[in-house]
């Protein structure tokens, strides 16, 4: 993947995720959803691969205690809303 960004949700929780850029102009964007262990080498070559394809692909770094509060949503959305703008 290529480097880390700090996103900011709606409530200021700041989760970081990896993102994994195309080449070229982005054909979309997507989030890559981690499993239990995190960002393992597993999901760093699932967003690797969306990238190669053309999307560009953020994975959020760590499940953390705001999450189990909502923060997985709204860590979902920054992503979303950061993928929205990186775009235009």
């Not at 990238?51 to 205690?65: E, M, N, S, V």
Request: proline share 3%; charged share 20%.
């Amino acid at each position: 993947m290529g480097h880390t960004i700090e996103l900011t949700s709606s409530d200021n929780h700041r989760p970081s995720a990896s993102v994994a850029e195309p080449a070229g102009k982005p054909r979309g964007g997507l989030v890559v959803i981690q499993e239990f262990f995190g960002v393992t080498r597993h999901i760093r070559a699932v967003a690797d691969q969306y990238a190669a394809a053309g999307y560009l692909a953020a994975a959020r770094l760590k499940i953390d205690a705001a999450d189990a509060c909502g923060g997985a949503q709204r860590g979902v959305f920054a992503e979303k809303h950061w993928l929205k703008s990186s775009q235009t």
